[in-house]
Nanobody, 122 residues
Framework: QVQLVESGGGVVQAGGSLRLSCTAS????????VGWFRQAPGKERDFVAG???????FYGDSVKGRFSMSRDNAKKTVYLQMNSLRPGDTAVYYC????????????????WGQGTQVTVSS
């Protein structure tokens, strides 16, 4: 199986930036799709961004133009660059990996990290 560990969360003022990392171990990673999801207290878990093994990226409507994903297969790590952060971005952010091409559906992903807290203050 694959183990995923997120890092990079924290507290930032509105308009600021953070970069989240997700590092994988256990199995090959380069051909996996990787997605980011987030969940605020009392709300559903929403899709944020995804990257396929080809490098193709896709984003949820609420973060388009502000967030971007990249991957470093040699390090088995994917990144989520978060710019122009808003208080509404406050949530626990989870990375997830899929053994085949995946989109924005939670049930397409096979492995999940523990989450990292992002708090955006006004």
């Amino acid at each position: 199986q694959v183990q995923l560990v997120e890092s990079g969360g924290g507290v930032v003022q509105a308009g600021g930036s953070l970069r989240l990392s997700c590092t994988a171990s256990g199995r090959t990673f380069s051909n996996y799709s990787v997605g980011w999801f987030r969940q605020a207290p009392g709300k559903e878990r929403d899709f944020v961004a995804g990257i396929q093994w080809t490098g193709y990226t896709f984003y949820g409507d609420s973060v388009k133009g502000r967030f971007s994903m990249s991957r470093d297969n040699a390090k088995k790590t994917v990144y989520l660059q978060m710019n122009s952060l808003r208080p509404g971005d406050t949530a626990v952010y989870y990375c997830a990996a899929a053994r085949q091409i995946a989109t924005d559906r939670e049930n397409e992903y096979d492995y999940w990290g523990q989450g990292t807290q992002v708090t955006v203050s006004s």
